[in-house]
């Protein structure tokens, strides 16, 4: 097979697939209310902070392993290191893989729903929350709804197989070509619509001036989990687009690209959302419900709100498949490298399989209402073990195979070969080893502390 690999045509190819990967449901969803709980442009400094220290090194280090040994997740670690067990640091990867998939396609799915709401119209006298219960499936008296949810994550599922199926070329890299200047323009026009709004400066100042009193240990946790998620770090997603890299390509340069972009996305998404929130009097720190609850309530107030919902949603759905796309990718990637399996048969078993495993948490909000894991309902549930524990363990067990098996050193020269704009310097070596894992571990030890403690 060696020789066979398919690889990116051209470096746009790359920076686009991995930073399409990057930008999804965490810039869009999770950055804006994840920063409006913890004093807006106070979080942006210290998530910038951890971005440079945590989430730039880690890119860098998951797409060199991938370029370096040409293979997925479980076939580098075996590659870099014969007869040990450091495989199932892979192999805990695709399982990661495998469970963030089954639940982000959930919500996605409901991204995909409000695009239709929205065509629908989107209308100031409508019950949001009642809306976002009835697509998510919880009986507001009308009895149980399990179709939509299902039928909502099946659609994107069958999307993310699709595309797949086609191959890293044919697939990903011509979707993604496609889909990211897409969302670009969706989320630029929503940008000169929101901070045109009457009133848009109380939420400009909200999210420009920083307010320190928000500013707890938690902040500091919070910035860290979602540098990691944001980019797509801790599971070999990143490693596996690096896999189809050749060798006149430099790992310092791209993955400075695709760090920059996907930060500047979620900053800019903020500055669609925060400015129409407080223009229209709703609360920036609403949480989860946000996006689904109080965005369509901004929408129809606007002006063409429909309209505007319309795009939001779709931009959402958009983000949302092209970072779908590398997870399932990591899945593939490693039946096809492993187990030698066709492409297609890979996408679509294993597309089938994710499916099935997202059927609890799409079911949770009404035949599995009653679930509870430490106060969580299903979908938290999932969410909770891969972000709370197997991300940080896998993000953790890369970080300290790179610095102190394959070497920092190393690892670094590689990453800066042929040399690029950017040439890493020996700090790589104190972040890698030192910074980045004590960092993970205080997330690790807190998170958990912080969850069992209720
Ligand atoms: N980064 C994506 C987002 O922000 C989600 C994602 C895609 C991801 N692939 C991943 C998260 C791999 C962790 C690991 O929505």
Redesign the pocket.
């Given at each position: 097979m060696i020789g066979d690999r398919e690889h990116w045509t051209n470096r746009l190819g790359f920076i686009l697939a991995a930073a399409g990967?990057?930008?999804?449901?965490?810039?869009?969803?999770?950055?804006p209310f994840v920063a409006g709980m913890n004093g807006g442009a106070a979080f942006i400094i210290i998530y910038l902070i951890t971005i440079i220290l945590i989430g730039y090194p880690m890119m860098i280090t998951e797409m060199a392993l991938g370029k370096k040994t040409q293979k997925n997740p479980v076939g580098a670690f075996k590659a870099m290191a014969p007869n040990s067990p450091w495989w199932l640091v892979g192999a805990l990867g695709v399982f990661?893989?495998f469970v963030?998939?089954s639940y982000?396609s959930v919500v996605a799915g409901w991204s995909l729903a409000y695009i239709f709401r929205a065509i629908g119209g989107f209308t100031p006298d409508m019950d949001f929350a009642s809306l976002f219960y009835t697509t998510i499936g919880v009986d507001i008296g009308d009895g149980p709804n399990v179709i939509t949810p299902l039928f909502w994550h099946l659609v994107f599922m069958a999307l993310t197989v699709g595309i797949i199926a086609s191959g890293v070329v044919k697939g990903i890299q011509r979707w993604v070509k496609i889909l990211m200047p897409v969302l670009l323009i969706l989320l630029l026009i929503l940008v000169v619509r929101a901070v045109t709004l009457p009133g848009a400066g109380a939420g400009l100042e909200f999210y420009l001036s920083p307010d320190f009193s928000e500013v707890t240990g938690r902040t500091f946790l919070d910035a860290i989990a979602q540098s990691?998620?944001?980019?797509?770090?801790?599971?070999?997603?990143?490693l596996t687009y690096g896999s189809y890299l050749s060798k006149d390509t430099t790992i310092s340069d791209n993955g400075g690209w695709v760090v920059g972009l996907?930060t500047g996305i979620a900053i800019i998404a903020g500055f669609a959302i925060f400015p129409a929130v407080f223009a229209l009097g709703f609360e920036p720190g609403a949480g989860p419900g946000l996006t689904f609850i109080t965005l369509p309530a901004v929408f129809a107030e606007l002006p063409a709100g429909s309209f505007f919902g319309f795009l939001f949603f779709l931009l959402l759905s958009v983000?949302?498949l092209t970072?779908?796309i590398?997870?399932l990718e990591?899945v593939a990637a490693w039946l096809i490298d492993e187990k030698g399996w066709a492409r297609s048969r890979a996408a679509i078993v294993m597309g089938i399989i994710i499916f099935l495993v997202g059927i609890p948490p799409s079911l949770g909000y009404n035949l599995l209402g009653g679930f509870s894991f430490l106060g969580m309902d299903v979908l938290d549930t999932y969410d909770w073990f891969?972000?709370a524990l197997f991300?940080p363990i896998g993000g953790l067990l890369t970080a300290i195979f790179v610095g102190y098996v394959w070497q920092a050193k190393k690892a670094q020269e590689f990453a800066n070969d042929p040399p690029g704009a950017i040439n890493i310097g020996d700090w790589y070596g104190l972040l890698i080893k030192y910074v980045v894992p004590l960092a993970i571990i205080v997330v690790l030890i807190f998170g958990l502390i912080d969850t069992f403690s209720g």
């Open positions: 990967s990057a930008v999804g449901l965490g810039n869009i969803w999770r950055f990661t893989g963030i998939l982000y990691f998620f944001t980019l797509s770090l801790g599971m070999g997603a990143i996907d983000a949302a970072s779908a590398s997870l990591v891969a972000n991300l």
